[in-house]
């Protein structure tokens, strides 16, 4: 099983519809990310959480909002989705500890907004 | 603010050669953390290496290993020994918890 699951996979909806994408870990970890992946620009962070009661805007955080349901679950929603949001959604979390601890990735959320 | 700027889009290289990855960032940060992750067509994301920037010896895995400039704010990677699984895109990132990545660069090995 994976250490980060991402869910769904895939999803496409119409403009104005109310999204949520879902991440679980099993890694223990305590820091929770959610970037988004557009052709050209690399990935941007939306939001991230360093525990439960611990949530920060990242660099892209309009039109977006998350919850931390637990340690082990981060979710990501679009209230009212739009087409520019259209892109490919990555859960990540890391340890929280000093030092260049590494980002561990789910296998992303396709979602395509029409 | 930090940035990451990766300058080439796409990148070929014969199977068995060697291809250089450029990367270079700016930060206001002393102490800060560099990686290159590899993004093949399944689209998980696969960390390559890591660099700790106060750290002068360049880091090195197997066949893949960074020329860290820290002067010059730059952070290449080398893949040695090109094989058909290293085609993929590469990012590079910046940071300690919130990562800045570049545009991604598209390497294509040939048969």
């Known amino acids: 099983d994976a250490d980060v699951t991402q869910t769904p996979r895939n999803r496409i909806t119409k403009t104005g519809k109310r999204i949520m994408l879902e991440c679980s870990q099993t890694k223990g970890h305590d820091r929770m990310y959610w970037y988004r992946q557009d052709p050209g620009l690399g990935l941007r962070l939306i939001y991230y959480?360093?525990?439960?009661?611990?949530?920060n805007k990242g660099e892209i955080s309009d039109g977006y909002s998350v919850s931390r349901q637990a340690q082990a679950k981060f979710s990501l929603s679009l209230e009212s989705a739009i087409p520019n949001q259209t892109a490919l959604y990555f859960c990540a979390t890391s340890e929280s500890r000093t030092g260049p601890e590494p980002q561990h990735f789910g296998d992303g959320t396709r979602l395509s907004i029409l | 603010a930090q940035t990451v700027t990766q300058s080439q889009p796409e990148m070929s290289v014969q199977e068995a050669e060697t291809v250089t990855l450029s990367c270079t960032y700016d930060?206001?940060?002393?102490?800060?953390?560099l990686f290159w992750y590899k993004q093949p067509p399944s689209r998980q994301m696969i960390l390559v290496i890591r660099q700790e920037a106060y750290k002068q010896q360049n880091a090195t895995e197997n066949r893949f290993s960074v020329n860290f400039q820290k002067a010059a704010k730059s952070f290449s990677l080398k893949i040695s020994d090109s094989q058909l699984g290293d085609t993929a895109m590469y990012f590079c990132a910046l940071g300690e918890y919130k990562l800045s990545f570049g545009a991604g660069t598209t390497v294509t090995v040939r048969a």
């Open positions: 959480s360093f525990d439960v009661k611990d949530i």
């Open positions: 930060t206001s940060e002393n102490n800060y953390y």
